[in-house]
C-alpha cells in the first residue's frame, strides 16, 4: 500500500477524500450518521448544511488533517495533541475529563467499565502513555499500535470523543512509525463491519488481560483495509486513466491534467474548483464542465444557487465495499 502511494503521479491527490470516508465511518461507530452525498456536497458548496452529524464529521476531518500537520511539525504524539484533537472534533474547548462517577455501561444499562477518575491522576496515565508511545522500541510497531489503542481508551481522558480520538490516533501512529507514508486507509471501515468483535475484544483485556485477540483483531484490521485500500486505489486510478483517454478523445479542447485531476480529487466539483488552478475564466470552465456532463463523464446537481457537478463513477468506487471479499 505504502508503495502504491508512493508511485502515484500525485500522491496527496485522494487524501480529502480518503480522510472524509474515515471520518464518515469512525464518526457512524458512534451512531453519528450521515451520507455521502451530504457530505461532498458539504465540502464544496456555498449552501450552509445545517445538519449536525456533516458538520461533525467535517470536523472530524479536520482533526485528521490537524494531527498531521503536528506530527510534520513535531514527530511526537502527546496529551496535548490529544487535546487538540478531541477540541477539534467536537467543536468546543474540552480538556481533560475531572468530573467523577464516570462509568461505562452496556446496551442493557450494567457498568462493564470504571475509567479513572480525576484529571490528576489521567494526566499521570497519560504521561506514562506518551512514553510508551514515544520511547518504548521493544514492540512490533502493529502490536504496540494495538496497545497504545487499548491504554488510550482505557484511561478514557475526555468526556465524550474519546473513540473517535483514539481512531485518529491509529492514523498517526501509522504514519510515525514508518509504516505508511500517508495515511491513505480508514480502519473505522473495518471496525463498523467487525464492531461487535472490536468492542468484546476490548472487554476481553480489560475482564480477563487477554491481549492476544485484540491484537489478532487489529492486525487483521489493517491487513484487510489496506488490501481493500489498494483494490479501491487501484480501481480508481484504473477509471482516471479510462476517463483520461476518453476525454483526451472526445473533447481534446477541454482535456488538461489538471483538468481530470480535478474531477477525480472528490466526487463533487463546481466552477470556482477549476478557477483556483487556472483552468479559465467562469465562462470558459462552464463550457469545460458542460461539455463534461453532455458527454456522460459528470452529472450536474442544483445545489443552493449553485450547481454541482458530480463524478457518478467515482463515488460508486468509493461507496462499495469489499472488506470480507
Given at each position: 500500500?505504502?508503495?502504491?502511494?508512493?508511485?502515484?503521479?500525485?500522491?496527496?491527490l485522494f487524501l480529502d477524500t480518503i480522510h472524509l470516508q474515515e471520518a464518515k465511518a469512525s464518526s457512524a461507530?458512534?451512531?453519528?450518521?450521515t451520507t455521502n452525498d451530504d457530505l461532498y456536497q458539504a465540502l464544496i458548496a456555498d449552501k450552509k448544511f445545517d445538519s449536525p452529524e456533516t458538520k461533525e464529521v467535517l470536523r472530524y476531518k479536520e482533526a485528521i488533517w490537524l494531527g498531521l500537520e503536528k506530527?510534520?511539525?513535531?514527530?511526537?504524539i502527546s496529551t496535548n495533541l490529544c487535546?487538540?484533537?478531541?477540541?477539534?472534533?467536537k467543536g468546543n474547548t474540552a480538556g481533560i475529563r475531572n468530573t467523577p462517577g464516570t462509568t461505562l455501561s452496556n446496551t442493557n444499562g450494567e457498568v462493564i467499565y470504571t475509567p479513572p477518575s480525576g484529571e490528576e491522576v489521567i494526566r499521570k496515565k497519560l504521561s506514562e502513555w506518551e512514553k510508551f508511545i514515544n520511547e518504548d522500541e521493544?514492540?512490533?510497531?502493529?502490536?504496540k499500535m494495538a496497545l497504545l489503542h487499548y491504554q488510550f481508551e482505557a484511561i478514557h481522558p475526555f468526556t465524550d470523543g474519546n473513540g473517535r480520538t483514539g481512531r485518529i490516533l491509529l492514523l498517526l501512529f501509522l504514519k510515525l512509525s514508518g509504516l505508511l507514508d500517508i495515511p491513505a486507509i480508514y480502519l473505522s471501515e473495518y471496525i463498523i463491519q467487525h464492531k461487535n468483535d472490536y468492542y468484546r475484544t476490548i472487554r476481553e483485556v480489560t475482564a480477563h488481560q487477554n491481549w492476544e485477540n485484540l491484537i489478532l483483531y487489529m492486525l487483521e484490521?489493517?491487513?484487510?483495509t489496506a488490501i481493500h485500500g489498494l483494490?479501491?486505489?487501484?480501481?480508481v486510478m484504473a477509471l482516471m486513466e479510462t476517463t483520461t483517454e476518453k476525454i483526451r478523445n472526445d473533447l481534446p479542447k477541454v482535456y488538461s491534467k489538471d483538468l481530470v485531476e480535478i474531477i477525480f480529487k472528490l466526487p463533487y466539483t463546481k466552477r470556482q474548483n477549476l478557477i483556483d488552478v487556472g483552468l479559465g475564466t467562469l465562462k470558459t470552465v462552464g463550457n469545460y464542465l458542460n461539455a463534461l456532463e453532455e458527454n456522460g463523464f459528470l452529472q450536474s446537481k442544483k445545489i443552493g444557487k449553485e450547481k454541482l457537478y458530480l463524478n457518478s463513477a467515482l463515488m460508486e468506487i468509493l461507496e462499495s465495499s469489499t472488506l470480507d471479499q
Open positions: 500500500m505504502n508503495g502504491a502511494i508512493r508511485n502515484l503521479p500525485n500522491p496527496t461507530i458512534e451512531n453519528i450518521i506530527l510534520k511539525a513535531r514527530p511526537f487535546v487538540e484533537l478531541v477540541q477539534t472534533i521493544s514492540y512490533d510497531p502493529l502490536i484490521m489493517v491487513e484487510k483494490l479501491r486505489l487501484e480501481k
